[in-house]
């Protein structure tokens, strides 16, 4: 299939931000975007999408306990930022105005608050205190990753972890934040896996977790005053811990797939390290929870098939109640207000993301945002449907397809397979944001599918593509979903591409390569091209974790593979049109990943657009860049998966 060009000349002046074009034909590019290849994005175009990119995204962001006011994450001008909202549906106060985005905690006083802030998306983040619209800085502000764990139940310290001695290591310390003299490193550690989770009640004691894979992480007790580190529990077992929290009497909760397939709430004894499940769902992870300060309930979610329920526990009754005044969604980001009000994040295919807030006594549910989706009616957004198929061997795969509206658009219909990173994440029937525009205007489907390697279905299957030699195992878990929906009567199997990030981005191009016959163009963003180049050149931070997950390329053996299944060594049998996207500042996926990939696609006389955002990292995270993105994504859907070649 070729690539049609298209008679429109990229007008010469760029700007800083993607505006509409008033006087001219074509969108002016925003200045940090490097577009190769691709053609210029008509002013008709950006006008005719441009209610899909005016919605708004609100995330509960913490309580301040001296105004019982709620902070939220939320964006006005090209990123977002912290603000603080006094009452259910009031004013969004805006409290930090950077070029970057910036996320941040109040302490449990709400009188100090604490934000943190990296530069272009390379994920180095700097902590900082917030005050009056300033930031001062709190760490070395050097080519370090700090990563705020907590504050201490009194709110005196911060616990947070730092590579500011090699690089590599995570490192951990403490600080009074009102101080920055007071940091000091309590613990030297060897790895990038560290945080402090918590502190005990007395704040003698830190609670560390020690990433090492998805399914094997290990707690310890960290003495702040000797900095002696002691473990919890036996740490030859392979133990997941998704959470973990003091209460305040003590008593440690922590989630964990100990003796089950699944992340169940409980109990671990600090003298034994014995873990006593108290939530007893069959089935599903235990995904998020928080303890109210005066230890009377604990609420906790539980990630339903990608749906979230919402449940209260009493700790001394083991009663459980469901909150069901949340519709079908995804909700997170839990955290309980010393009076006892639950704060957290709420989103669904009919509702941008938005902060709420659930009465204890009650379970009623308040709307504390209303974010704005560019004038648009949400209720018109399609609902997904969840599709289950049996792949190569057996094993049961599933995913969520948005289907468009068949009074609209009667007939079979394109579709775009949108393949999530990771690889241990999870596609959930969350809001769509500007991919609506795809489903409800153009009558593109979406599916998303869940290979083997996701979270959310138990540590057995999250577990089924690790290492090279069951990697692409995965990859015939799209071919089973090809089958699938190319025979479904509602699809055009003639019009069918694919896309992902990350990890997705390498499913993307193990698609084009193992499935290219059977769709239109692939459209990769941030992507693995060859796993050793990919684990030689990502950040040393995080090198050893990748290793785990992908395989080790400094063994003889284990490199061999990789470079098997790296689809850079198959790159002669991409014949589909590709899209490239890549941040300038990623420090999981260096650019050099893309780079290659379009040199070799293009030698070899294929087509290969490339957009580079040089003040972006992992993604892009600037809105104006995000909206080039869409509409330089929305010419290639056109020009491929749309067109009559």
């Given amino acids: 299939m070729r690539i049609r060009p298209l008679a429109i000349i990229l007008a010469c002046a760029l700007a800083p931000t993607a505006a509409f074009a008033q006087a001219s034909d074509v969108v002016e590019r925003p200045a940090a975007l490097i577009a190769d290849g691709l053609p210029a994005i008509p002013a008709a175009m950006a006008a005719e999408t441009r209610s899909y990119m005016e919605f708004r995204t609100a995330g509960f962001a913490g309580w301040n306990a001296a105004d019982r006011s709620m902070l939220i994450s939320t964006r006005f001008g090209n990123t977002a930022q912290i603000h603080r909202v006094a009452t259910p549906m009031g004013a969004r106060e805006q409290l930090s105005f950077e070029v970057e985005p910036v996320g941040g905690r109040w302490s449990p006083a709400g009188d100090a608050l604490v934000v943190s802030k990296d530069r272009g998306g390379d994920e180095f983040f700097q902590l900082y205190a917030l005050a009056d619209g300033r930031l001062t800085l709190l760490t070395d502000g050097g080519r370090s990753r700090n990563g705020f764990g907590a504050w201490s139940q009194d709110g005196r310290l911060i616990g947070y972890s730092s590579t500011r001695r090699n690089g590599r290591d995570s490192d951990l310390y403490v600080m009074d934040p009102r101080d920055p003299s007071t940091a000091r490193m309590v613990a030297e550690v060897s790895g990038g896996g560290w945080t402090i989770a918590d502190f005990s009640p007395d704040g003698r004691t830190a609670l560390v977790v020690q990433y090492i894979q998805v399914t094997k992480s290990n707690l310890h007790a960290l003495d702040l005053a000797s900095g002696r580190m002691t473990p919890i529990g036996d740490h030859s077992l392979p133990i997941a811990y998704g959470g973990a929290q003091f209460a305040p009497d003590g008593t440690l909760w922590v989630t964990s797939d100990q003796d089950s397939d699944f992340q169940r709430l409980g109990r671990i004894d600090l003298s034994t390290g014995v873990f006593s499940p108290v939530s007893m769902e069959p089935r599903w992870d235990v995904a998020d929870f928080d303890i109210a300060r005066d230890g009377a309930f604990i609420a906790y979610t539980i990630n339903e098939a990608g749906s979230t329920r919402l449940r209260l526990l009493d700790p001394a009754s083991g009663q459980v109640r469901t909150v ?185 191009y193990a698609g084009a390569i193992h499935y290219g016959d059977r769709l239109r163009g692939a459209n990769c963003v941030v992507a693995i091209s060859n796993f050793v180049t990919f684990l030689e050149n990502t950040e040393a931070y995080r090198r050893d974790l990748r290793r785990v997950e992908y395989g080790d390329e400094r063994d003889p053996a284990q490199r061999a593979r990789l470079l098997e299944i790296s689809p850079m060594t198959r790159v002669d049998e991409i014949n589909i049109p590709l899209m490239v996207v890549t941040g300038g500042n990623d420090p999981r996926v260096p650019a050099s990943e893309a780079d290659q990939m379009i040199a070799a696609v293009r030698a070899n006389g294929r087509t290969a657009w490339h957009l580079l955002g040089q003040d972006e990292g992992h993604g892009f995270a600037k809105k104006v860049n995000q909206d080039y993105q869409f509409w330089a994504s929305l010419m290639f859907w056109r020009e491929t998966l749309l067109s009559e070649d």
């Fill in 324 to 508: 069901d005044g949340l519709p079908a969604g995804i909700a997170g980001g839990l955290e309980i207000a010393p009076w006892g009000e639950i704060g957290l994040t709420f989103s669904s295919a009919r509702s941008a993301s938005d902060a709420f807030s659930v009465d204890p006594r009650s379970l009623a549910v308040t709307r504390w945002t209303r974010s704005e989706t560019g004038g648009l009616d949400v209720t018109r957004n399609v609902e997904p449907e969840l599709i289950e198929v049996a792949s190569f061997d057996g094993e049961p795969v599933s995913g969520f397809l948005y289907r468009p509206d068949p009074a609209r658009f009667p007939g079979p219909r394109p579709l775009i397979v949108n393949i999530h990173g990771g690889p241990e994440g999870q596609s959930r029937p969350g809001f769509m944001g500007r991919n609506n525009y795809l489903i409800n205007e153009l009558g593109i489907a979406i599916f998303f599918p869940n290979v083997r390697g996701s979270t959310g279905y138990g540590k057995r299957f999250v577990s089924l593509d690790n290492g090279p030699d069951l990697r692409e195992n995965s990859v015939r878990d799209l071919g089973a979903f090809l089958d699938r929906l190319g025979a479904d009567p509602a699809i055009d199997p003639e019009r069918v591409a694919v896309t992902g990030g990350s990890y997705g981005g390498y499913m993307c």
